[in-house]
């Protein structure tokens, strides 16, 4: 299993736990998010992003780390994590303006809500391409 | 359309050489080793410049290691539109 694999499953892991805990507290605090609530990720998002660079850092001098094949792959799962990130934002903005109209208002606190949202989609689709195309249970035998 | 795909004998080749490894083709070639592991199995066709430099390490041409195999040959009755 290289880098990039192990930074996609811990990127699955992490974004799979942060849905179940945004769905968690959402139910809990009632259909109307509360600010307080998603600022309370912020440091789980920071420490997030620090152990992707710290899985990602080259771990040997001498051995090829990264080749054409994986350029590809980050490539191809780069490309399907933006699709499905725009796909999600323009389907957000188009629901809530047939759902609330042109002239209502919603709350300020849904936008960093929809700004999680995005960083989430974004990490659980670029993580399940990567596996996808290493195939999910890379068998790294010498034959 | 017809389906094709890049085929090789990277593995005859390998072990024709003095029994050499993955690692070591990877190590030549400067590719990781799962790479070549997923060549080796067809699962990914190598761009142009790493294929030379495969058919380098093992001295051959390209085309001794690597060949384009259509599902549909072309027979002798195919005739050109013009």
Not at chain 1, 53 to 75: A, N, W
Request: include cysteine.
């Amino acid at each position: 299993m290289n880098r990039a694999q192990k930074s996609a499953w811990f990127g699955l892991t992490m974004s799979t736990l942060l849905l179940v805990l945004v769905v968690t507290s959402v139910l809990v605090a009632g259909p109307a998010p509360q600010l307080s609530n998603l600022l309370w990720f912020s440091p789980a998002l920071g420490l997030y992003a620090l152990l992707i660079i710290f899985l990602r850092k080259k771990q040997g001098q001498d051995k090829v780390d990264i080749d054409e094949r994986d350029s590809c792959i980050s490539r191809k799962a780069l490309i399907a994590a933006f699709s499905s990130t725009a796909g999600l934002l323009i389907g957000v903005c188009m629901i809530s303006l047939f759902i609330v109209g042109p002239t209502s208002s919603i709350p300020v606190c849904l936008l960093p809500a929809l700004l999680y949202s995005l960083f989430v989609v974004f990490i659980l689709t670029y993580s399940v391409a990567v596996l996808v195309q290493y195939g999910w249970r890379d068998k790294d035998g010498e034959k | 359309m017809a389906k094709s795909e890049v085929k090789n004998n990277i593995r005859r080749l390998r072990f024709e050489n003095g029994e050499m490894t993955q690692q070591q083709l990877a190590d030549k070639t400067g590719v990781t080793r799962q790479t070549i592991i997923a060549i080796e199995a067809g699962k990914y066709a190598p761009s142009l410049p790493l294929a030379f430099r495969i058919a380098r390490t093992f001295g051959l041409p390209i085309e001794g290691v690597f060949q384009y195999e259509d599902e549909e040959p072309l027979s002798s009755s195919t005739t050109l539109d013009i």
